[in-house]
């Protein structure tokens, strides 16, 4: 059973910091991929930041030099690091994997919920 499970999410004030951690439970083998997303209410879900299989990394830029990933691959754990929140940021992050490329599946997590109060 593929698995992707999010933590670290909660409430932080506006100006505070979170680090979202995403856990393959090692059912999902070398995603080419790995990404956050968000959704807040009445909102289509978008993506965040992207870590590739080859360390390149892309940010929204709406979270850019606020926000940051990477990967620690003996522990199947991919991170975001989240500095300087701002309410807008309140969302239930979504952490994904890709697998393949003809097709791409893509797997993910249930999600973590952050709150940014001002």
């Known amino acids: 059973q593929v698995q992707l499970a999010e933590s670290g999410g909660g409430l932080v004030q506006a100006g505070g910091s979170l680090r979202l951690s995403c856990t393959n439970s090692?059912?999902?083998?070398?995603?080419?991929?790995v990404s956050w997303s968000r959704q807040s209410p009445g909102n289509k879900r978008v993506l965040v930041a992207t870590?590739?299989?080859?360390?390149?990394?892309t940010y929204a830029d709406s979270v850019k030099g606020r926000f940051t990933i990477w990967g620690d691959a003996a522990k199947s754990a991919v991170y975001l690091q989240m500095d300087n929140l701002k309410p807008e940021d309140t969302a239930v992050y979504y952490c994904?994997?890709?697998?393949?490329?003809?097709?791409?599946?893509?797997?993910w997590g249930q999600g973590t919920q952050v709150t940014v109060s001002s």
């Open positions: 870590l590739t299989s080859s360390s390149h990394t």
């Open positions: 994904s994997a890709t697998v393949g490329l003809n097709p791409p599946m893509i797997y």
């Open positions: 090692g059912s999902i083998s070398d995603p080419t991929s």
